[in-house]
């Protein structure tokens, strides 16, 4: 598919309708709403009966997908100095140390499998304080119920693919009532209203030239990304990228997180799949045979820095600015993901939902450009 046939298809309204057939567009778009409701759900779910006890020892999060994105993001977001160790783990056992004095986590969409009723069972057994994240009237509930556990019913509306904000509010609560994350940076309200600015600005009835999701997706039509993620924040964001486009657009990329894969990525922005004839800036793109790369970046600026004395990995933004220049020398084209507007006007986690959002309409519109959610119905 060319570019200008795939920019008609998402500037057509009725084809981009007739080519959802599971609303993902409509479901993406309502990621703030679902941030609120979700905020709303769990404050009704009683997270004091674990935080009353005060702070744990440690926190397990038995999750996947799109939960393990949202445990990483948690992970980032506390550091390296957080008083607690958060752990993710897929399921369906728990660590051995798991005891009375931590808290486990089950975050699920569905509530459902043995990844996550199991380790639900046996955190009652263990006398361990659980917390359940999943669909209402779900397996999941009843054994949080059982074990008389507070636990966030979502909605089943929740459409697969969509539903990391679901699943990360509640986390983001929790900790926050734990007292090891300030209420200003946790706000569900902020990172909302960063949402649905997002939701706006990107939605199906903007333009292409003026809509940034369509734009880089455009870009991305026939490219094979490497994304440069500026520090553990980012690369949270850039594997819920590479699962995105992968499982929705049918479309790989690979990922580095920075600075520890700078040697990495710029092996590969250099290497064999660079342009051969990288010393013709203005040549013409459309004649290299087959997907080009494409450098995009991910940046977190309040990423912290290396530890004092370290000499290697160098700081975050160094790295970034190593493999931006590396991206340069052997012309390799690069999008920014979120950089329009003003980032920084925004706090650290709604910055973090900007860029996750506007991933998310991206791998969308390329699913519907390359007409992949119709092929997929039976």
């Not at 975050?107 to 361990?128: D, F, K, L, N, S």
């Not at 939605?203 to 734009?215: E, L």
Request: net charge negative; proline share 9%; hydrophobic share 45%.
């Amino acid at each position: 598919m060319t570019p200008e046939f795939a920019e008609e298809v998402l500037d057509d309204l009725e084809l981009l309708r007739a080519r959802d057939p599971r609303d993902l567009l409509l479901a993406v778009a309502g990621a703030g709403a679902q941030v609120r409701e979700t905020a709303r759900l769990t404050a009704e779910a009683g997270l004091e009966r674990v935080t009353g006890g005060g702070r744990p020892r440690g926190m397990v999060i038995v999750a996947r997908r799109e939960g393990a994105v949202a445990a990483s993001v948690l992970r980032a977001l506390l550091g390296p100095s957080s008083p607690v160790t958060v752990d993710v783990v897929p399921g369906p056992t728990l660590p051995v140390w798991t005891g009375p004095s931590d808290i486990a986590v089950v975050v699920t969409r569905t509530g459902a499998g043995a990844y996550a009723v199991a380790p639900a069972y046996e955190a009652a057994r263990r006398g361990v304080s659980l917390v359940g994240i999943g669909a209402e009237e779900a397996p999941l509930h009843a054994a949080c119920s059982a074990a008389r556990a507070p636990y966030v019913a979502l909605p089943a509306s929740r459409a697969r693919h969509t539903t990391l904000w679901s699943l990360l509010t509640p986390l983001l609560l929790l900790v926050r009532e734990l007292g090891l994350l300030p209420a200003d940076v946790a706000d569900p309200e902020a990172i909302a209203a960063a949402l649905d600015e997002i939701a706006m600005e990107c939605g199906p009835a903007q333009d292409s030239f003026v809509n940034p999701a369509k734009t880089l997706a455009l870009e991305l039509l026939d490219a094979l990304p490497v994304i440069a993620a500026e520090g553990p924040m980012a690369d949270a964001a850039a594997t819920r990228i590479v699962d995105q486009l992968a499982t929705l657009a049918g479309l790989p990329a690979s990922a580095f997180r920075l600075p520890d894969q700078r040697v990495a990525a710029c092996a590969v922005l250099g290497g064999p799949l660079a342009p051969r004839d990288a010393d013709d800036f203005f040549r013409d793109r459309a004649d290299d045979p087959g997907r080009r790369l494409r450098l995009l970046t991910i940046r977190d600026t309040d990423a912290p820095g290396p530890g004092a004395g370290e000499r290697e990995p160098r700081s975050a933004p160094a790295a970034m600015d190593e493999v931006l220049r590396t991206a340069a020398t052997h012309t390799v084209p690069v999008s920014g993901l979120a950089e329009h507007g003003e980032p920084g006007r925004f706090a650290r986690l709604p910055r973090l939902a900007r860029q996750l959002a506007v991933a998310d309409f991206t791998a969308v519109y390329l699913a519907l450009a390359v007409d992949n959610e119709r092929a997929r119905r039976p």
